[in-house]
């Protein structure tokens, strides 16, 4: 089967301008380009669209799609796993929250007894399963899976004044090692404050807290892109600062 711009957008939903466009960009290439000028789509665009809407469902940009897909290494089996995946997450998120707002509305009515711990049962599971996803792996191969489960188990039973409690912390943190970076001394009395509110932080959701744990933190907040990026957002350099305040602070 082939199909042109048109026929291709009617069967997917697309739009014939969205097609062209993802054909200017290199991401969905046509098959052929007819004499007459139009643009030929076969099975094998047909199956990267739905890779690409896919992808887009769960929230990449298209430059990351675009990278993904012209990966020699991608598997569209593995794929699909990976997107059933994705899916019943996202299925397993959208029941918490519709059960935690069926309680509440239960609970106004008076038909049942909302504890001040369950209305945000959904929002920590919601927070803890975001925190798997994005850091999850690296936290579990350096520390462990039991060191893992802990930090998730005590974020579940934390009270909402803990958890504000504990994002003034985080606050504060990225406040004073803002005003400590500008000193460029990581062993300054600012630079030294900054790492122990950052302790301090950090032991609200890390209870086995250890000297080490912080070092191995602070390497990981320079070694690894993503905590680096967060880090350097509040000033740049931020994360190299951070891991050699703490290195002093934890010796």
Not at 24 to 44: M, N
Not at 138 to 154: F, L, M, T, W
Not at 193 to 199: S, V
Request: some cysteine; overall charge negative; glycine content about 6%.
């Amino acid at each position: 089967m082939e199909y042109s711009v048109n026929k291709l957008s009617k069967m997917s939903g697309i739009s014939a301008r969205t097609l062209r466009y993802y054909d200017e960009i290199g991401l969905l290439i046509p098959a052929r380009v007819a004499e007459s000028g139009y643009r030929i789509y076969g099975q094998a665009q047909v199956d990267l669209l739905q890779q690409i809407l896919f992808y887009k469902e769960l929230g990449f940009a298209l430059d990351e799609i675009k990278e993904l897909l012209q990966n020699p290494d991608f598997s569209e089996e593995r794929a699909f796993s990976e997107h059933l995946a994705a899916l019943q997450n996202q299925r397993e998120r959208l029941n918490r929250l519709i059960l935690n707002v069926e309680k509440s509305l239960a609970a106004m009515k008076g038909e049942i007894f909302m504890s001040n711990q369950e209305k945000f049962e959904g929002f920590k599971r919601e927070l803890i399963d975001e925190n798997e996803r994005k850091y999850g792996a690296e936290i579990r191969e350096k520390y462990g899976d039991e060191a893992a489960e802990a930090s998730n188990a005590h974020l579940m039973g934390m009270s909402q004044e803990q958890y504000d409690e504990g994002e003034s912390l985080r606050a504060a943190c990225e406040d004073a090692l803002k005003n400590a970076l500008a000193t460029g001394d990581p062993a300054g009395e600012a630079a030294q404050n900054a790492a122990d509110l950052h302790r301090r932080w950090l032991s609200f959701y890390a209870p086995n807290y250890s000297k080490e744990y912080h070092k191995g933190l602070g390497e990981m907040y320079v070694a690894d892109e993503r905590f680096r990026a967060y880090y350097d957002k509040i000033a740049p350099g931020c994360a190299e600062f951070l891991r050699e305040a703490i290195n002093i602070y934890a010796s």
